[in-house]
């Protein structure tokens, strides 16, 4: 018998760099509000402070979830531990430290129960966003100073992936809960797949997530199949480096930057695409596979990605390669035999039903819950103790 309802009237406070309004928002802002919304379902009073941008005003409640917007994507860190510090927030229960490779180090200013939310490790990342210095700093927080300022905080992970990951920076398993993304339900659009070869790469535009990758692979096909198109969608501060990459390689004709659009567009391209590029760096999960998944397009990604390893199922969702060369020949591959896109199309639409972010905001409001009375959850038994 689930105890939530004991969470009425707790103030759960997330700290996060970005929301869904965001320009650069993605898949892991998407998560932070829907497992917010579930806790304010719940009778919560819940708070996301977060960084300010020009898409959305300093203070607003939306769905019962209030959002404080303060500071730069880098100063939001000090404005959310002054927020708690001087009790700016009123009395909080919960602190949910979202892990973005840095830490809020919400633990230096309270003494609420701290919950630190993490999608992935950033170990690879730090050296292709910043200089050498920057990334050895950025890189011996995440992987020891983090570890242990939380040494006695419950962790979130959303999936086996991230979980191990941080079990090799020192964080104790029976401290570790997975929580798996959700999908949303399906957006239903009036397109079928289109009649030429159409590859979507869906995302926020930074380095990590190797766009160029995809337009690699569509410069290296175009000959082989006349008409094929890249379409990209998302918008972030690399995407100047991309057109111009797309110029440089003469694919111009066959790339099309779609910028940040509307739910409805952004599935009609998932709809008429013949697959999903996927060719990041690091995902901790990969919510756009899901997405993909619900107009049976399957995946191509890279296995060292981590979370791709739980949300494409290899050979039977999509394909998952160890480098860029295995990328470009799977893209071929999917390509060239329709027969395996509908069969690995199918799995991805069936599979899509397996995850619920109604079960993802109960598992979610589990841990929080357990917090509150002191306790730990780990990954074995997420419902523990309810």
């Not at 009609?268 to 999960?285: D, V």
């Not at 509908?342 to 972010?357: I, V």
Request: glycine share 10%; net charge negative.
């Amino acid at each position: 018998m689930h105890r939530l309802h004991d969470l009425a009237g707790k103030h759960v406070v997330f700290l996060s760099w970005r929301d869904t309004r965001n320009p650069e928002g993605g898949g892991a802002e998407r998560y932070l509000e829907k497992v917010a919304g579930g806790l304010a379902e719940l009778g919560c009073r819940v708070t996301i402070l977060c960084a300010a941008h020009a898409a959305a005003p300093p203070d607003e409640t939306v769905d019962g979830v209030k959002y404080v917007r303060r500071g730069s994507k880098l100063t939001v860190y000090l404005r959310g531990m002054l927020a708690l510090a001087l009790g700016r927030l009123g009395h909080v229960d919960v602190v949910v430290d979202v892990q973005n490779g840095l830490p809020f180090f919400s633990r230096l200013v309270t003494r609420a129960p701290v919950v630190v939310l993490v999608h992935h490790v950033h170990r690879e990342q730090w050296g292709v966003l910043f200089g050498p210095a920057l990334a050895r700093l950025g890189w011996w927080i995440e992987r020891s100073f983090a570890p242990w300022l939380y040494r006695h905080s419950q962790y979130v992970a959303v999936s086996h992936a991230t979980r191990g990951e941080l079990r090799e920076l020192g964080v104790d398993l029976d401290r570790i809960a997975i929580v798996h993304n959700g999908t949303d339900r399906v957006v239903r659009v009036d397109e079928t797949k289109a009649p030429y070869p159409t590859i979507a790469v869906v995302g926020r535009l930074v380095p990590h997530k190797q766009v160029e990758h995809a337009i690699d692979a569509v410069v290296a096909l175009r000959h082989d199949f006349p008409g094929i198109r890249l379409q990209a969608v998302g918008s972030g501060w690399w995407e100047a480096n991309l057109r111009a990459y797309a110029v440089e390689k003469d694919a111009s004709d066959i790339v099309t930057f779609h910028g940040h659009v509307d739910e409805l567009t952004k599935h009609e391209i998932y709809a008429r695409a013949w697959l999903l590029a996927l060719p990041s760096i690091k995902e901790g999960w990969g919510l756009v596979i899901g997405e993909a998944a619900m107009h049976a397009t399957p995946t191509v990604a890279y296995a060292s990605a981590g979370g791709t390893r739980e949300s494409v199922r290899d050979g039977m969702t999509g394909l998952l390669v160890a480098d860029q060369d295995e990328f470009t020949a799977a893209v071929r591959r999917l390509l060239c035999d329709q027969e395996l896109r509908d069969r690995l199309g199918a799995g991805a639409l069936m599979m899509s039903h397996s995850y619920t972010w109604e079960h993802a905001q109960e598992s979610f409001a589990v841990v929080v819950l357990a917090a509150c009375e002191g306790r730990r959850i780990d990954a074995q038994d997420p419902d523990e103790g309810t």
